[in-house]
């Protein structure tokens, strides 16, 4: 590996396994993954339940800990901080998006995007600021409470608060998972204009084909192990491939 | 469903223990003062058999009404008894209460604890209680003799033949300790100091004139006492009567329970605080357990529970808590005994060490109140899971029931707490029933009033008090804020629990330094003396303790002092009705007493069996200047007064007569009060050390100035403060617990939420700040609710009494400031537990979906 790849790789595991149990009980639901995030670069993880996709999601982004291997944030292992360090290190450097329950219902949805910013207690850049407000569509309901606001438009007041830090790479599981398929399209669109207009790394585990098409990158995962990637997607082939793998 | 009830309570043993918590400390507090009065019952009841144990027969003065204790009647009473057929020996003997020994350094021994008691010495010992310790000197036998008992010898460090100094009638005396007495096996009668002198001595130190205070007489073999009493009251004089030693122990026994019965209704009052606090507690707990429940609940009712069975389960549930609370209370009840002894020793009362006593009746009356208080609390929120809908169990939004508008429960508060008001204006204005249940009712459902009111202040009042939270702590103070008001019945309630206690503590406060500056007001207006002396003995409940005759005498040599004017109290009787009445020297009252006469109504009541009365009582009693009247003495039967004039002030007592005409109707025993005035060219400074020699040798007196007495008045007053405020205390840390509970609920119920704060980079820091600023917020709430509500009570209470000598209404603003600042600190430390229990939560846990 090279200098200018590691530069260009915003996160990534070595040999990661994640087991849950003892001895003979003890069930991998990660088996040796090894897979690197390129910085600017749209991935989704794809793979049936069970496969160890949204363990694999939260090992790289600091939330669980690798039973073995590594699993790296740009060049920090994540094993080598403390809960403090790496909590900092969410803040400041990941973003998140979740399936659902993503805003904290007594703040409203400027808030709820700022709160990153908040919580480290620094100054939010108005000009991205604005211009992600803008992308996102909801300048009109910045002052609404969550529950004043529809499920899409959660998600996207998600996705910004993801975005507003200027994080080096962005994690989202299942976000549109939720949501019926006009806002899942309007969300999924965004996420795409924020890698492709703002250069934004998106690490997204899905296993809808039709979510999965928006990405650059996918990577399949099966009984905790990658079994195939295939770059520039479409609906069908993702489906022909899903199909082929199962079969 | 019994079973699925015992289960969820096991399977939630944080939460079962914080909820026990409350039932365990309200239980433990009834227990605990039916044990401790218990125990004292029976030490008493051990004691009294001791010394009735030889008595068949009690020979003593009728005191009837005027019942201030033993009365002497003559001593040739005694020759007569004797002769009586059946009485096999009859021992006369003096009692006195005022007697006061003093230590080594002259200070007196006992001091505002336990009483000193003195006797004559029985010469027979099966009608003696005491005997002398062996090796331990002899019994008294002659004039300057003494025998004390045990404890006082060996906590004063005396030794048989030392000289010790005791304060008589006829002042400070020195006497030979000549032996050591012990109490049957005892070496201390719960705490009294005991002294002992041989009959003629005692007669002489005690102020008897050839009189006697009781005989007890011992039946010969066969003889039966009730006939033997008969036998002997036939040869008695009128005023002097003959009882069973039996009848005798019996209403000394009454005496005590009545006492103790006060005791136990003033504590029952506080531990009924702490259950009252404890109901709010169980209920608001039990309403979020519910709500957090409302999924398994509606799988319940979609699976085929009904409505009722639900209900039945919650209660089921309840009756679990409710009973392991209520054991494991009346065991901590046993601690809580010890404690409210010690509390009692800590503000002087002296109760003695003992085993403790568990009656059947405490554990029924204990299990009663912990599964009432318990089941009674769950019947609401029962009420409300029975209604949750089985679609619950499918879509969350099912299970919101419609909430009563604002706007009713306001109407419902209002009236309630209107009800409330109403209660305690009757208790404390009209006097209709009895005042203090009235009081106590209107303040508890006032209390409840208020707390339906409180989730409407809520929101506003969180605003205010958590505006800075933002400004100092950032998103976590915010989010503080927010989460106080997110849920306002939840805050209300956790906050109306210690809003009782708070307002309780804060009543008490208000009404003492209002009673403080009343007393400061009084002291100032009443006497113009320089200089008050009384007696530090406190022989009667309501009259002041004689001061030894010789002392007023003493004091008049003193060139430094210009007046010198004695004051004496006794009990009469009016148409049946005790009264007391005061006596003082005509002549120099208006120099050292503000009395306000009207016309010459001092120098007329000079005049033999001639008293003054208050205006106020004059009109109450329907008499008029010029009436006769007759009044009935102890000693002299019914004398015939006139009415010769009246005065204003009604601060002090409402009849007064001359010191002649006091003498002559009752046994003089000294002065109660004796006022003096400094010379001119004197100071009161100099006055008080030019007759500091005397008052040092009598000991038992003190001399004060009116700032003095103010300062002592003052520190009494602090000091009940102070036993009512420890007796809250635990209504306080019940609330506190409670706040407690209530945010480990929230923090159990708002999971994924601080999971996504974690994930999105909250450290676990400002997660602990952000629930500790909650729980503060909540706390002051309460607190400024109690502190409204206590000062609001205070004043109408002070109102209430303004008739009674109360003139002055004072907010103590630094108590009330500290009050609230406490609070505070409770929030912080209520906070601890759910703070820490957010912070270590496993994100992952948090955010999972399903």
């Known amino acids: 590996?090279?200098?200018?790849?590691?530069?260009?790789?915003?996160?990534?595991?070595?040999?990661?396994?994640?087991?849950?149990?003892?001895?003979?009980?003890?069930?991998?639901?990660?088996?040796?993954?090894?897979?690197?995030?390129?910085?600017?670069?749209?991935?989704?993880?794809?793979?049936?339940?069970?496969?160890?996709?949204?363990?694999?999601?939260?090992?790289?982004?600091?939330?669980?800990?690798?039973?073995?291997?590594?699993?790296?944030?740009?060049?920090?292992?994540?094993?080598?901080?403390?809960?403090?360090?790496?909590?900092?290190?969410?803040?400041?450097?990941?973003?998140?998006?979740?399936?659902?329950?993503?805003?904290?219902?007594?703040?409203?949805?400027?808030?709820?995007?700022?709160?990153?910013?908040?919580?480290?207690?620094?100054?939010?850049?108005?000009?991205w600021y604005n211009q992600i407000i803008e992308t996102v569509g909801l300048a009109d309901r910045l002052t609404h409470l969550p529950a004043e606001l529809s499920g899409g438009q959660q998600q996207r007041v998600a996705a910004a608060r993801a975005l507003v830090s200027r994080p080096e790479i962005v994690f989202a599981d299942e976000p549109s998972g939720n949501l019926d398929s006009k806002s899942s399209a309007e969300l999924l669109g965004f996420m795409r204009r924020a890698v492709k207009e703002f250069g934004q790394t998106i690490v997204m585990v899905t296993h809808d084909p039709g979510t999965a098409a928006y990405a650059d990158r996918i990577v399949f995962l099966t009984d905790g192990k990658i079994v195939d990637e295939m770059s520039d997607p479409t609906a069908d082939s993702v489906f022909d491939r899903l199909k082929s793998l199962g079969g | 469903m019994i079973k699925t009830a015992f289960k969820s309570v096991l399977a939630h043993k944080v939460r079962l223990v914080l909820t026990a918590v409350a039932i365990i400390l309200g239980v433990s507090l009834v227990t605990g003062t039916f044990i401790f009065t218990d125990t004292i019952t029976k030490q008493f009841d051990t004691l009294l058999d001791e010394i009735y144990s030889g008595t068949d027969v009690s020979v003593r003065a009728e005191t009837g009404d005027f019942s201030a204790g033993t009365e002497p009647f003559p001593a040739n009473v005694l020759a007569d008894v004797e002769q009586v057929d059946g009485v096999a020996v009859a021992d006369g003997g003096v009692a006195s209460l005022t007697a006061q020994v003093l230590d080594r350094d002259g200070m007196p021994i006992g001091g505002q604890g336990p009483p000193t008691l003195g006797f004559s010495w029985g010469e027979t010992p099966s009608l003696n209680p005491m005997k002398i310790k062996d090796d331990q000197g002899r019994a008294p036998e002659g004039p300057g003799e003494v025998v004390l008992d045990a404890n006082t010898v060996s906590s004063a460090g005396f030794a048989v033949g030392d000289t010790v100094t005791i304060v008589g009638f006829e002042g400070p005396d020195e006497f030979e300790l000549v032996g050591v007495a012990s109490f049957g096996d005892q070496d201390s009668l719960l705490g009294a100091t005991i002294v002992l002198f041989?009959?003629?001595?005692?007669?002489?130190?005690?102020?008897?004139?050839?009189?006697?205070?009781?005989?007890?007489?011992?039946?010969?073999p066969g003889v039966d006492s009730e006939q033997l009493a008969m036998d002997i009251a036939a040869v008695l004089p009128t005023g002097v009567e003959a009882v069973t030693g039996e009848t005798e122990q019996n209403e000394q026994a009454a005496d005590i329970n009545e006492g103790l019965g006060f005791l136990s209704i003033g504590l029952l009052a506080f531990a009924g605080v702490s259950i009252f606090v404890g109901a709010f507690i169980i209920q608001n707990t039990f309403r979020i357990i519910i709500a957090q429940r409302t999924r398994e609940l509606?799988?319940?009712?979609?699976?085929?529970?009904?409505?009722?069975?639900?209900?039945?389960?919650?209660?089921?549930?309840?009756?679990?808590?409710?009973?392991?609370?209520?054991?494991?209370?009346?065991?901590?009840?046993?601690?809580?005994?010890?404690?409210?002894?010690?509390?009692?020793?800590?503000?002087?009362?002296?109760?003695?060490?003992?085993?403790?006593?568990?009656?059947?009746?405490?554990?029924?009356?204990?299990?009663?109140?912990?599964?009432?208080?318990?089941?009674?609390?769950?019947?609401?929120?029962?009420?409300?899971?029975?209604?949750?809908?089985?679609?619950?169990?499918?879509?969350?939004?099912?299970?919101?029931?419609?909430?009563?508008?604002?706007?009713?429960?306001?109407?419902?508060?209002?009236?309630?707490?209107?009800?409330?008001?109403?209660?305690?204006?009757?208790?404390?204005?009209?006097?209709?029933?009895?005042?203090?249940?009235?009081?106590?009712?209107?303040?508890?459902?006032?209390?409840?009033?208020?707390?339906?009111?409180?989730?409407?202040?809520?929101?506003?009042?969180?605003?205010?008090?958590?505006?800075?939270?933002?400004?100092?702590?950032?998103?976590?103070?915010?989010?503080?804020?927010?989460?106080?008001?997110?849920?306002?019945?939840r805050t209300a309630s956790t906050a109306s629990a210690l809003m009782v206690g708070v307002a309780l503590v804060a009543f008490f406060t208000v009404f003492a330094s209002s009673t403080k500056a009343s007393v400061s007001e009084t002291v100032f207006e009443l006497f113009p003396a320089d200089l008050a002396l009384s007696s530090t003995i406190q022989s009667d409940p309501e009259l002041l303790s004689p001061m030894s005759p010789s002392l007023v005498e003493e004091l008049k040599t003193y060139d430094e002092l210009s007046v010198v004017s004695g004051m004496q109290f006794g009990r009469i009787l009016i148409d049946g009705d005790t009264h007391l009445l005061d006596a003082f020297d005509p002549e120099t009252i208006g120099q050292v007493f503000f009395l306000d006469p009207n016309d010459d109504a001092l120098s007329l009541v000079a005049e033999v069996n001639s008293m003054i009365v208050a205006t106020s009582f004059l009109e109450s009693q329907g008499w008029v200047i010029g009436?006769?009247?007759?009044?009935?003495?102890?000693?002299?039967?019914?004398?015939?007064?006139?009415?010769?004039?009246?005065?204003?002030?009604?601060?002090?007592?409402?009849?007064?007569?001359?010191?002649?005409?006091?003498?002559?109707?009752?046994?003089?025993?000294?002065?109660?009060?004796?006022?003096?005035?400094?010379?001119?060219?004197?100071?009161?400074?100099?006055?008080?050390?030019?007759?500091?020699?005397?008052?040092?040798?009598?000991?038992?007196?003190?001399?004060?100035?009116?700032?003095?007495?103010?300062?002592?008045?003052?520190?009494?007053?602090?000091?009940?403060?102070?036993?009512?405020?420890?007796?809250?205390?635990?209504?306080?840390?019940?609330?506190?617990?409670?706040?407690?509970?209530?945010?480990?609920?929230?923090?159990?119920?708002?999971?994924?939420?601080?999971?996504?704060?974690?994930?999105?980079?909250m450290v676990r820091r400002q997660v602990r700040r952000m629930i500790r600023w909650e729980a503060v917020i909540v706390a002051t709430f309460g607190a400024i609710l109690g502190v409204l509500i206590g000062i609001i009570l205070g004043w109408s209470v002070v109102r209430a009494l303004a008739d009674e000598g109360f003139g002055?209404?004072?907010?103590?603003?630094?108590?009330?400031?500290?009050?609230?600042?406490?609070?505070?600190?409770?929030?912080?430390?209520?906070?601890?537990?759910?703070?820490?229990?957010?912070?270590?939560?496993?994100?992952l846990d948090a955010i999972r979906t399903e």
């Open chain 1, 1 to 127: 590996m090279t200098t200018t790849e590691l530069t260009r790789t915003a996160a990534r595991v070595e040999n990661g396994i994640k087991s849950y149990g003892e001895g003979d009980a003890s069930v991998h639901a990660l088996n040796g993954v090894t897979v690197s995030f390129v910085q600017g670069e749209f991935t989704a993880i794809m793979g049936p339940s069970g496969s160890g996709k949204s363990t694999l999601l939260h090992c790289i982004a600091g939330l669980d800990t690798l039973s073995e291997g590594k699993a790296y944030i740009g060049d920090v292992d994540l094993a080598s901080l403390s809960d403090r360090d790496l909590t900092i290190l969410r803040r400041e450097r990941v973003g998140f998006i979740f399936q659902a329950f993503n805003l904290i219902p007594t703040l409203d949805a400027r808030e709820n995007i700022l709160l990153p910013l908040t919580i480290a207690g620094k100054d939010a850049d108005t000009d």
């Open chain 2, 298 to 489: 509606a799988l319940l009712r979609a699976i085929g529970a009904t409505g009722r069975q639900v209900r039945w389960m919650v209660l089921v549930e309840a009756f679990f808590v409710g009973l392991f609370g209520s054991i494991v209370g009346i065991v901590v009840g046993f601690a809580m005994a010890l404690g409210i002894r010690g509390l009692m020793n800590l503000v002087g009362l002296g109760i003695p060490s003992g085993s403790l006593v568990l009656l059947p009746r405490t554990v029924i009356v204990g299990m009663a109140v912990g599964l009432i208080l318990t089941m009674a609390s769950a019947l609401l929120p029962a009420r409300k899971a029975s209604k949750i809908p089985p679609v619950a169990a499918l879509r969350e939004d099912a299970a919101r029931t419609p909430r009563r508008s604002l706007h009713t429960r306001a109407l419902a508060g209002s009236a309630v707490l209107g009800l409330g008001v109403v209660f305690l204006f009757l208790g404390l204005f009209t006097g209709i029933g009895r005042a203090i249940v009235l009081v106590g009712l209107g303040a508890a459902v006032s209390f409840i009033g208020v707390s339906v009111l409180a989730p409407l202040a809520a929101k506003p009042l969180a605003n205010i008090i958590g505006w800075p939270l933002p400004r100092l702590f950032g998103v976590a103070g915010q989010l503080a804020r927010e989460n106080t008001k997110r849920k306002p019945r």
């Open chain 2, 627 to 761: 009436d006769t009247i007759t009044i009935e003495y102890l000693t002299t039967g019914e004398v015939a007064t006139v009415i010769v004039g009246s005065f204003e002030s009604d601060d002090f007592s409402n009849m007064y007569v001359s010191t002649e005409t006091y003498i002559e109707n009752f046994r003089y025993q000294g002065d109660g009060f004796i006022f003096a005035n400094a010379a001119d060219g004197v100071t009161v400074d100099e006055a008080q050390s030019a007759i500091a020699p005397t008052i040092d040798r009598y000991g038992n007196v003190k001399a004060q100035s009116k700032s003095e007495i103010v300062t002592d008045a003052e520190m009494q007053i602090d000091q009940a403060l102070a036993l009512f405020t420890g007796l809250l205390f635990f209504a306080v840390i019940i609330a506190v617990l409670g706040i407690t509970n209530t945010l480990t609920l929230s923090v159990y119920e708002r999971t994924r939420e601080i999971g996504l704060l974690r994930a999105v980079g």
């Open chain 2, 198 to 220: 041989e009959l003629e001595e005692a007669m002489r130190v005690f102020g008897f004139d050839d009189e006697l205070a009781g005989i007890s007489v011992q039946a010969e």
């Open chain 2, 808 to 843: 002055a209404f004072a907010i103590p603003y630094g108590q009330v400031l500290l009050a609230l600042v406490l609070a505070a600190v409770a929030g912080v430390l209520a906070a601890i537990w759910p703070a820490r229990k957010a912070s270590r939560m496993n994100v």
